[in-house]
Structure formats: structure tokens, C-alpha cells
């Protein structure tokens, strides 16, 4: 992640109302702080699914792994991977981490508490501030190394937490890196040399990224309640990894709202806003949410990839032409944070500059009622 993300909301501080640290435990009734309805989300109501749709699954070791990336990414933005090389043994520890954190007292979690204008540490969601209701859900932000945070939590034994996260980010680095070599192929972008920022051995090793543990309790009323608002990422793409909790979902156009089911030893895969840019709207980024569910804690970790913190992302010059020209202005990642910060959902549309010939829209306008201030 780019070493002064922070800055990026420094302008756009959590309200006050919104440090505030329930038990969720002890709720037994749904604050009206917490119920959303229709007006609240702007998007398809709940009961706005697609039950005969799903989420591609690509299996990594198939030969035709990179077509059907492809496909997917143009179609849906987002896909299930098996195969991908991560050890179950690895995801049940990360996991195993995530519960013992969360399930900590609140007063004890509140030690590494993420400052209003902060990044790292345990918090609300940041797109807390773009809606009138709060979200069922507790959240913790790593950048960079996880130990100065562990260590208020865990003093005598924060080493050992600190060893599975970090472990995790390197293999999910390597993952990211070969995913996205693979969506790249799929768009014709094969030479090292046509992505620069890869470094010398294609590896990216300059890249940047971020881990975010998501934590959603059992709720009394999960119908009126939201896990996670709807967003896209800002990265180029997210790795996520869920536990045997349903709850995550994409907007599917034409189709509502769909529910990626949990994958035994799978991990979901969405386009963030850079992969969005870089493809010039060819790979649309994912508008997703959470819902919550009335008897399972859900839990989740979100590995967020993006690029080196000078490197400007722009539609590549290989997927440009007479017919094809460039939809958005360069950008860095701090860049683009910043103006996610101000613009939410409309940050995409902030950074074009021009209208696409054959009539496509940004995922976020597909809805131009939402409300981002």
C-alpha cells in the first residue's frame, strides 16, 4: 500500500458516531441505528436475487484457466479460484487468528483502535461515512508489518499471530502476481517489458497491498441489517478468502444481486477500480456487499493488491486504437485513493475523460441515485 495512504483520508475523517464500539453480543434487538432499507443501500432491494446465476469457478491447474479468467473477468468481474496453490493448513490459521482477535472484549480490541483519519488497526469500515445507518460488522486493517497493533493486543504472545499474517501476505503475493499475469494474458498483455512496474523477473515484487480482516456476528434481525454496504475495490484486485458463512454478494446486471457461496478450500477473486482503468472498461470492477445471517458469525480476510506507489495505472496502449481511446487519466494508487475518499462510488467516473463508443457506463453508474457525501 502506498506509504502515505493515510493521507488520503486525512480531508475525510470517521464521524464520532461512528468510533463507537458495541458488543455486538449483547444486542438483543436490531438498534435503529442499524436498519437500513431501500433508500439507505441505492441498489436492487434484498429481495432483488438471481438464483439460476453463479459466479464462474476456474480451476488454476485447468489448461484453459487463462480463456475462462477472460471470460470471466469480462462478464461477471469476479471469479472463484481452486488450485491455487495456498495451503488449507494456512487458511484455517489465518482464520483461526481472525476469531481469536475478534472474539477479544471490545475494551481489549479498542487498544489498537484505528484513528478517525487513520489506515492500520481495528475499526469500522471506511465507507462508514457515505451512509446514514452503520454496518453489522467489525473490521481490522493491516499495512505493512501487523506487529506494533498485535503487540497492545496480545503483549506476551503477539509473535506468533504476527508469523501467520505475515505468512499469508507472502503467499498471497505470489497468488496475486500470477493472477495477474493470467487476466493480463487474457487481454493479449503477455512481455514483461509491456508492464514495466512488474520488475526484471516478472514477479512484482514493488507491489503494494493490504489485509483486511472482516469480522460479521450473528445478528437478531439480519434482514434489515447490513454486513457491508455496496462498494467496489479500489485495487486491481482483491483476494478473498471466506469462512463457511454465506454472505457475500455481486451485482450482476440484468440479474440482481447474485450470493457467491463459500468454496471449500476456494477464494474469491474481484477486479478492483485499477484493473478497471488499466483495461480501459474491458474488466469491469464489482460492485459487492455483505449480509449478515441470524445464527453464524461470518468471518472473511481480504488480501487488497495494488501497484507500486509512484507507478501511474492508465489504459495500457495495447488495448488502444482509432476505435479505442483512452477512458481514464493516469493515476497512482494514492491518487485514486484519495479521490475514492472524497467520491466513493463515483471516484471511477471521476477519473474519466471521455464516453466509451459503444455505450458501456461505469458500474457505479448504473445506478445514478446513489449518495456519496
Known amino acids: 500500500m502506498p506509504s502515505r495512504l493515510s493521507d488520503a483520508f486525512r480531508g475525510q475523517p470517521i464521524h464520532p458516531q461512528q468510533l463507537k464500539h458495541p458488543d455486538f453480543t449483547s444486542l ?22 438471481a438464483t439460476d446465476q453463479s459466479v464462474p469457478i476456474i480451476d488454476l491447474n485447468d489448461p484453459n484457466a487463462l480463456q475462462g479468467i477472460g471470460h470471466a473477468c469480462k462478464t461477471w468481474g469476479v471469479f472463484q479460484v481452486t488450485n491455487h496453490g495456498i495451503p488449507t493448513s494456512l487458511l484455517d490459521m489465518v482464520e483461526c487468528t481472525s476469531r481469536t482477535l475478534f472474539s477479544l472484549p471490545v475494551h481489549q480490541k479498542l487498544k489498537a483502535a484505528r484513528s478517525p483519519d487513520g489506515v492500520s488497526g481495528y475499526g469500522f469500515a471506511r465507507i462508514s461515512s457515505f451512509f446514514s445507518k452503520l454496518m453489522w460488522s467489525e473490521g481490522f486493517t493491516i499495512v505493512g508489518s501487523p506487529d506494533e497493533h498485535f503487540r497492545l493486543i496480545w503483549p506476551q504472545d503477539y ?53 483486511q480482516l472482516n469480522y460479521y456476528p450473528a445478528c437478531p434481525d439480519p434482514d434489515r441489517a447490513m454486513g457491508l454496504a455496496a462498494h467496489t475495490d479500489s485495487t486491481l484486485l482483491t483476494i478473498l478468502y471466506q469462512n463457511s458463512t454465506s454472505g457475500l454478494q455481486v451485482l450482476k446486471e440484468g440479474a440482481g444481486w447474485v450470493t457467491v457461496p463459500p468454496l471449500p478450500g476456494g477464494l474469491v477473486i474481484n477486479l478492483g477500480d485499477l484493473m478497471h482503468i488499466l483495461s480501459n472498461g474491458s474488466y469491469p470492477s464489482i460492485l459487492h456487499r455483505a449480509r449478515v445471517n441470524r445464527t453464524h458469525h461470518r468471518f472473511s480476510v481480504a488480501y487488497l493488491y495494488g ?28 491518487e485514486y485513493l484519495d479521490t475514492k475518499a472524497k467520491h466513493f462510488n463515483k471516484a471511477l467516473s471521476s477519473v474519466r475523460v471521455c ?19
Not at 432499507?37 to 441505492?42: A, M
Not at 488502444?320 to 477512458?327: N, Y
Request: charged share 25%; aromatic share 10%; with cysteine.
Open 28 to 49: 438483543q434487538e436490531l438498534p435503529d441505528s442499524y436498519a437500513w432499507n431501500q433508500r439507505d443501500d441505492d441498489y436492487p432491494s434484498g429481495d432483488a436475487f
Open 159 to 211: 509473535r506468533n499471530y504476527c508469523d501467520v499474517i505475515k505468512e499469508y501476505k507472502e503467499e498471497m503475493k505470489k497468488l496475486a502476481g500470477r493472477l495477474m499475469w493470467l487476466m493480463l494474458g487474457s487481454l493479449g498483455i503477455i512481455a514483461k517489458q509491456d508492464i514495466k512496474w512488474a520488475g526484471p523477473k516478472g514477479d512484482f515484487k514493488e507491489a503494494s497491498a493490504v489485509l
Open 307 to 334: 501497484p507500486p506507489s509512484s507507478v501511474k495505472i492508465s489504459p495500457h496502449p495495447k488495448l488502444l486504437g482509432p476505435a479505442q481511446p483512452p477512458l481514464y487519466r493516469p493515476v497512482t494508487w494514492n
Open 355 to 373: 464516453v466509451p463508443l459503444n455505450g458501456l457506463v461505469d458500474v457505479n453508474e448504473h445506478n445514478n441515485s446513489v449518495t456519496v457525501g
